[in-house]
């Protein structure tokens, strides 16, 4: 088990923090995800990579609608300078603000499946494991992270350059 969550984990919750736009929420359903893993794990017929995602997904969606008083007061939190790091200048920091602020808006205003499609495919997923995640056919994929690239594109349009 301790192989499975050193190979998943790290690529789990970079996923679940950009699909639902708070860290602390993407570290818990992450360790959720292999706690049920533990308890009940899937047939041997399952993609592992995949099953953990799907459930990881639904645990994050669940806690997020459950508890969105939470994220809001949490939101911040990813803004914060780490430890040992130089604070930013005043002017990096919000325009990295303003960008984080925007991408999260336009991720946000994507269906889900289309959401889930293309940080999946950003983790590196194929267009077979997508499928079995979102409930579609391996050829529906592609034109799903087409379409979603195309919503995203039309929200964030390309800066001009001074």
């Not at 130089?86 to 808006?105: C, N, S």
């Not at 889900?112 to 994929?141: Q, Y």
Request: include cysteine; charge should be neutral.
């Amino acid at each position: 088990m301790e192989s499975l969550y050193d190979a998943h984990h790290p690529a789990l919750v970079r996923y679940l923090a950009r699909f639902c736009g708070d860290f602390h929420v993407a570290e818990d359903a992450a360790h959720e995800a292999f706690v049920r893993l533990a308890e009940r794990p899937p047939g041997s017929d399952e993609n592992l990579r995949a099953w953990l995602f799907t459930v990881a997904t639904r645990i994050a969606l669940d806690d997020r609608r459950s508890y969105r008083r939470h994220e809001d007061l949490l939101q911040g939190a990813s803004e914060r300078t780490g430890l040992g790091q130089a604070p930013d200048r005043p002017d990096e920091a919000l325009a990295r603000r303003d960008l984080r602020r925007r991408v999260r808006a336009a991720l946000d205003s994507l269906g889900e499946k289309e959401r889930t499609v293309l940080l999946m495919r950003e983790e590196g997923f194929t267009h077979k494991e997508i499928a079995a995640a979102v409930g579609t056919t391996t050829g529906s994929v592609g034109t799903m992270i087409a379409r979603a690239l195309r919503k995203l594109a039309a929200l964030l349009p390309a800066e001009e350059s001074p």
